[in-house]
């Protein structure tokens, strides 16, 4: 357990509004990501950060946002939800190893998300 | 194409059986990666490679970075096993920015 957590863990909204995930971690580490998880696509990065304030997307981020301004906390914003962003939403951190360049991930509960 | 490619897509095997999953990309990588997901649970990460072999357990992984190939085995599998296994790589280091494949269906019967 690398002290992740998701909130909210389940949440159903109407097209057209604005929502946000938020994403806690404990342990201070630097990078964190978002990810989306659909049958037939497997996990997809949308966004990630390597410190706050600093933030890249990744290979699905159109309609999504992020802000990271503490780093504990990395928030994920869709301006105006769309039902093709029903999905299940993960965080993650990646943690340096000891002795290793390497960073080993680590994933949050997830994030259960149905746009009607 | 897709940059990893998992086979097999699903599998069911008995219990006690000997199990591998492999795994091929198509692009240098630093790190790769498997992970396993229960039904409706979380993501695990079971190994992280970049050469040679781990073994945790019962569970193996091996990587060989001159064919661009990745195996898991399972060995004395259980039905608490049942899962899905990803493979994922990173392609850069530092942001382990992961690459994943589609997810390999594992399911094992007493």
């Known amino acids: 357990d690398a002290g992740i957590t998701q909130s909210p863990r389940h949440k159903v909204t109407e097209t057209g509004t604005p929502v946000t995930l938020r994403c806690h971690q404990t342990e201070n580490h630097r990078y964190m990501y978002w990810y989306r998880q659909d049958p037939g696509h497997g996990l997809r990065l949308i966004h990630y950060s390597y410190g706050v304030k600093d933030t890249d997307k990744g290979e699905v981020s159109d309609g999504y946002s992020v802000s990271r301004s503490k780093t504990e906390d990395f928030l994920l914003t869709l301006e105006s939800a769309t039902s093709s962003q029903t999905s299940v939403y993960f965080c993650?951190?990646?943690?340096?190893?000891?002795?290793?360049?390497?960073?080993?991930?680590?994933f949050g509960p997830g994030t259960r998300l149905t746009v009607l | 194409k897709n940059e990893v490619e998992q086979s097999p897509q699903n599998l069911t095997a008995q219990e006690g059986e000997f199990i591998t999953i492999n795994c091929s990309y198509s692009?240098?990588?630093?790190?790769l990666h498997w992970l396993q997901q229960h039904p409706g649970g979380g993501i695990v990460s079971l190994f992280m490679l970049s050469s040679g072999k781990k073994k945790h357990g019962r569970l193996i992984a091996t990587i060989n970075i001159q064919e661009k190939h990745s195996s898991l085995h399972i060995t004395a599998s259980h039905p608490r096993d049942s899962a899905v296994y990803i493979c994922a790589v990173g392609r850069v280091q530092g942001a382990q920015k992961l690459v994943f494949g589609q997810g390999t269906r594992l399911t094992i019967n007493p």
């Open positions: 692009v240098g990588i630093s790190a």
């Open positions: 993650a951190i990646s943690v340096g190893l000891a002795g290793s360049f390497l960073d080993e991930q680590f």
